[in-house]
């Protein structure tokens, strides 16, 4: 009975954190939302004017003796701080939503960081820049064994990060029991034994989600990365036709994650023409709105908590038109 009812307990938990988000659904994930050398700093107001909840991907190195964003380690100086660039901008959102005090809606938006650059100087800046801003940002306690999962305290911000250990160290074990995690990263993505790219590429799009992902959350990874490579063999710009076997692949890989309590990111989904590119990156362009349409819908079925793109207002519309016309028979919201 005492294992029934921790096992009861645990489920309630996982349960809990996968709602959090979202009411567990899918929501627009702004990719690389910040300026390349100069241009594009539109980014930030497009995935602002597209709707809550968001998430927003920002790139991070270091210049000037401060955390920029920015595509790559080798800063020029001329990048916008991290500070100016998010924090300033999402100010007047977030402090609106303080005041107006509709918790059952936070958080309105998640701060995903990818670091450009690892060294202890970026990631303790950004770590005290954040407590500078606690008071806008959900977090939950430090606990002393990292599988208990904490509860969350919301707030308008959720922040979270990818997997490396370097970031693990100083946003989690560096702090004492009870202090407030700030941050949370996402689960060790799987390494590939291949001898060569095919076979890395093989191996990707066709192990089993349990060897892809092996672990289960902790108190400070609570969510699981993807690239589309592990979806379709080869990625984005050799996928044919959307098909059933695609589409029982990606469900598996998103109830592998449910099933554990993680939420779940695939990047980058895209689809558009030579004249529509706005800076993104053809690596991840399915070559069409039509085409890439077919996968965020199955993003949507199959309950994807991160649909990653660079066309965020198009990605906006579609939940918007999905939600209308599917909402009340999708099971993964049943429990509205």
Same mark, same amino acid.
């Given at each position: 009975?005492?294992?029934?009812?921790?096992?009861?307990?645990?489920?309630?938990?996982?349960?809990?954190?996968?709602?959090?988000?979202?009411?567990?659904?899918?929501?627009?994930?702004?990719?690389?939302?910040?300026?390349?050398?100069?241009?594009?700093?539109?980014?930030?107001?497009?995935?602002?004017?597209?709707?809550?909840?968001?998430?927003?991907?920002?790139?991070?190195?270091?210049?000037?003796?401060?955390?920029?964003?920015?595509?790559?380690?080798?800063?020029?100086?001329?990048?916008?701080?991290?500070?100016?660039?998010?924090?300033?901008?999402?100010?007047?959102?977030?402090?609106?939503?303080?005041?107006?005090?509709? #918790?059952?809606?936070? /958080?309105?938006?998640?701060?995903? !960081? $990818?670091? %450009?650059? *690892?060294?202890?100087? =970026?990631?303790? +800046?950004?770590?005290?820049?954040?407590?500078?801003?606690?008071?806008?940002?959900?977090?939950?306690? #430090?606990?002393?064994? /990292?599988?208990?999962?904490?509860? !969350? $305290?919301? %707030?308008? *911000?959720?922040?979270? =990060?990818?997997? +490396?250990?370097?970031?693990?160290?100083?946003?989690?074990?560096?702090?004492?029991?009870?202090?407030?995690?700030?941050?949370?990263?996402?689960?060790?993505?799987?390494?590939?034994?291949?001898?060569?790219?095919?076979?890395?590429?093989?191996?990707?799009?066709?192990?089993?989600?349990?060897?892809?992902?092996?672990?289960?959350?902790?108190?400070?990874?609570?969510?699981?990365?993807?690239?589309?490579?592990?979806?379709?063999?080869?990625?984005?710009?050799?996928?044919?036709?959307?098909?059933?076997?695609?589409?029982?692949?990606?469900?598996?890989?998103?109830?592998?994650?449910?099933?554990?309590?993680?939420?779940?990111?695939?990047?980058?989904?895209?689809?558009?023409?030579?004249?529509?590119?706005?800076?993104?990156?053809?690596?991840?362009?399915?070559?069409?709105?039509?085409?890439?349409?077919?996968?965020?819908?199955?993003?949507?079925?199959?309950?994807?908590?991160?649909?990653?793109?660079?066309?965020?207002?198009?990605?906006?519309?579609?939940?918007?038109?999905?939600?209308?016309?599917?909402?009340?028979?999708?099971?993964?919201?049943?429990?509205?």
């Amino acid at each position: 009975m005492r294992f029934a009812a921790l096992f009861a307990c645990v489920l309630g938990c996982f349960g809990q954190q996968l709602d959090f988000l979202n009411r567990g659904r899918p929501m627009v994930d702004a990719h690389n939302c910040y300026p390349y050398e100069g241009r594009w700093s539109d980014r930030i107001e497009r995935a602002l004017s597209a709707g809550f909840p968001v998430s927003i991907e920002q790139d991070i190195a270091w210049a000037d003796g401060r955390p920029v964003v920015s595509h790559t380690a080798k800063t020029t100086g001329g990048e916008p701080s991290l500070r100016e660039y998010f924090f300033e901008r999402v100010q007047p959102i977030v402090e609106r939503a303080l005041k107006e005090n509709r #918790r059952q809606s936070w /958080p309105l938006i998640v701060l995903h !960081f $990818d670091f %450009k650059t *690892l060294d202890r100087q =970026t990631l303790r +800046a950004v770590w005290d820049l954040l407590g500078e801003y606690e008071s806008w940002i959900t977090t939950a306690a #430090r606990t002393a064994d /990292p599988h208990q999962l904490a509860p !969350f $305290d919301p %707030k308008p *911000l959720l922040v979270i =990060t990818e997997d +490396a250990d370097e970031q693990e160290e100083i946003f989690f074990r560096d702090l004492p029991n009870g202090a407030r995690l700030r941050v949370f990263g996402s689960a060790h993505s799987a390494s590939f034994a291949g001898k060569s790219a095919a076979e890395r590429e093989h191996l990707m799009a066709t192990l089993p989600p349990d060897q892809l992902l092996r672990e289960r959350p902790t108190n400070y990874r609570r969510w699981w990365n993807n690239s589309w490579h592990e979806v379709e063999e080869g990625g984005q710009t050799r996928a044919g036709e959307w098909t059933e076997a695609s589409d029982r692949r990606l469900r598996a890989l998103v109830n592998r994650a449910h099933e554990l309590g993680y939420w779940i990111r695939f990047y980058t989904l895209d689809g558009f023409t030579a004249a529509e590119d706005r800076g993104w990156d053809a690596n991840y362009n399915f070559g069409s709105l039509a085409r890439v349409q077919r996968r965020w819908k199955a993003a949507y079925d199959a309950g994807v908590n991160f649909i990653a793109t660079d066309q965020y207002e198009d990605l906006a519309r579609f939940l918007a038109q999905a939600r209308a016309n599917v909402l009340p028979d999708h099971p993964q919201h049943a429990r509205r």
